[in-house]
């Protein structure tokens, strides 16, 4: 039996969005709208789902939520104080950043299930 986090606590909300993809962590960036992160940005949420017209955007706010990971520092079971990458997803920082509740790391494949 494989333990399955998806949906647990999950809410999202609908954002005017830029030049966002599926899975990227993102900020506020202007009123109703969500945007990408830069490199050690502090994060909302994470896109879930994108317009077909590409304008609007769904973004979980709220429960668990696997995001890919990069840098020198790998996270750990437990909180970690996390900004975004620049890349879509996050890193371990050592100042600036929110904390973090890891349940999962996955450190094959660059994951981590976080609670927003």
Same mark, same amino acid.
């Given at each position: 039996?494989? @333990?399955?986090?998806?949906? @647990? $606590?999950?809410? !999202? &909300? /609908? ?7 599926? $899975?990227?962590? +993102?900020?506020?960036?202007? %009123?109703g ?5 830069? &490199?050690?940005?502090?994060? !909302? #949420?994470? +896109?879930? &789902? @994108? ?7 769904? +973004? ?6 696997? =995001?890919?990971?990069?840098?020198? *520092?790998?996270?750990a079971?437990?909180? %970690?104080?996390?900004? &975004?990458?620049? %890349? $879509?997803? =996050?890193?371990?920082? *050592?100042?600036? #950043?929110?904390?973090?509740?890891? +349940?999962? =790391?996955? /450190? /094959?494949?660059? *994951?981590? *299930? @976080?609670?927003?």
């Amino acid at each position: 039996m494989g @333990i399955s986090y998806d949906g @647990i $606590g999950e809410w !999202c &909300a /609908t954002f005017g969005c830029g030049k966002v993809k599926e $899975g990227d962590v +993102v900020k506020v960036s202007a %009123n109703g709208s969500a945007d990408v992160c830069g &490199a050690g940005d502090s994060f !909302c #949420g994470v +896109v879930r &789902a @994108i317009a077909r017209d590409g304008k609007a955007c769904s +973004v979980q706010l709220g429960g668990l939520v696997r =995001v890919p990971y990069s840098g020198e *520092t790998a996270p750990a079971v437990g909180w %970690n104080l996390l900004a &975004a990458d620049g %890349n $879509g997803g =996050v890193s371990v920082v *050592t100042s600036g #950043g929110h904390s973090y509740l890891a +349940v999962e =790391v996955d /450190t /094959t494949g660059k *994951t981590m *299930t @976080i609670m927003l």
